[in-house]
């Protein structure tokens, strides 16, 4: 789920909170063309619906400045114990100043990750 979050104030703010329901979860802001992870806190609690049964509610407690008048995208993904991490061959990891690459080669069914690592000249290490 996408959430563009809007710092309308005068201020930079610091913290705010998300809702969502009870689990784990991958944090990420959009900067600078890419995700960053954040660090998150779970705070949960449990409310009377309009029946009066206890529900409970939980809400994502994120740490990241959002500056004055500014709109913050912020990714949230939940994790289901079924997910599983995929990683397209040939996928790459680039230094900004295009020194090292590391691109996913292959897995085994011993659980490895191999990787192909090059420098600026194209020379594998």
């Known amino acids: 789920m996408a959430v563009a979050i809007h710092n309308p104030s005068s201020l930079d703010v610091h913290e705010f909170s998300i809702p969502v329901s009870k689990g784990k979860y991958k944090v990420s802001k959009y900067v600078n063309d ?60 680039e230094r900004q100043d295009g020194s090292l690459n590391v691109t996913f080669d292959n897995s085994t069914s011993a659980n490895e990750l191999r990787f192909n690592l090059t420098d600026s000249k194209g020379n594998e290490e």
């Open 34 to 93: 890419r995700f960053e992870v954040l660090d998150y806190k779970m705070e949960c609690h449990f409310d009377l619906d309009i029946d009066l049964k206890k529900v409970e509610t939980c809400n994502l407690q994120l740490k990241t400045t959002i500056p004055s008048k500014e709109i913050q995208l912020i990714y949230v993904q939940k994790y289901t114990k079924d997910m599983v991490s995929k990683v397209p061959q040939n996928d790459r990891i």
